[in-house]
């Protein structure tokens, strides 16, 4: 069943990826939507859940968060991949994949040739630095998000933060071709160690935010989400090989 309340108190993104991670911790609830603009939470549980009960996942009646039951319940719309089509979906991702890739293409085109060493740095350089743009746009936001799904941010809060500022050192370090050897380990392990949390969440179902272009983009936790991590960790790996 799905139910709709009234929430208030959400300020920022970083408020959203914090209710949607206590309301998605109770028992029973199996989706949530939230919304700081119009003050609402959407959810879909299993059986009903009191209003009491989700205000204590929200820290009690002395929370900033303050959630109550519409005059009258009614079906809403809660997020789903089949809502829209996959390219509606992922537009914003596709677009900064295709523009990276004519990038890197034109760069490391020389006399008519591909030199694929020369590609794949340009094209991780424009894709760390382009994603942590998107993430620092929102830190807190990026952090809360990532923390729900990530198994090192979620027992250490303070790597979700420092994951951000690693990618845009991963992105500087590529563009400018700064010891490739340390660079592609450093990418090797963290999007291995990235990777695994994804995975898990992907394989159980869960219909959560991803964090990859940080909370400026409503975008789900997919498979593109794996291939995009995947992608990374391959380009790394064969680079290492190459050196």
Not at 26 to 49: F, R
Not at 193 to 202: A, E, N
Not at 225 to 232: C, H, P, S
Request: include cysteine; charged fraction near 15%.
């Amino acid at each position: 069943m799905k139910h709709s309340y009234q929430l208030t108190g959400m300020t920022c993104a970083g408020c959203e990826a914090k209710v949607n991670s206590l309301l998605s911790a109770v028992p029973g609830i199996n989706t949530v939507q939230v919304s700081k603009d119009k003050n609402t939470a959407e959810l879909s549980m299993d059986q009903h859940i009191s209003t009491a009960t989700l205000q204590s996942a929200l820290g009690g009646s002395e929370s900033k968060y303050q959630i109550s039951a519409l005059a009258v319940a009614q079906p809403v719309e809660v997020f789903d991949e089949a809502d829209k089509s996959w390219i509606q979906t992922y537009k914003p991702i596709l677009i900064i994949f295709s523009y990276i890739t004519v990038l890197a293409f034109l760069l490391s085109l020389h006399e008519g040739t591909i030199h694929w060493m020369s590609f794949m740095s340009i094209f991780m350089g424009g894709f760390f630095l382009t994603f942590s743009f998107f993430k620092l746009l929102d830190l807190k936001g990026f952090a809360e998000s990532y923390a729900m799904y990530d198994l090192v941010a979620g027992k250490f809060k303070a790597w979700g933060y420092a994951y951000a500022f690693i990618e845009l050192s991963l992105g500087l370090a590529y563009v400018t071709s700064y010891n490739p050897f340390i660079t592609n380990w450093i990418t090797l392990v963290v999007m291995s160690v990235s990777i695994i949390g994804v995975l898990r969440s992907v394989l159980n179902n869960k219909k959560i935010k991803c964090a990859c272009l940080g909370a400026v983009f409503n975008l789900p936790m997919s498979t593109v989400t794996i291939v995009e991590d995947a992608l990374m960790i391959v380009m790394s790996a064969v680079m290492l090989l190459m050196l």
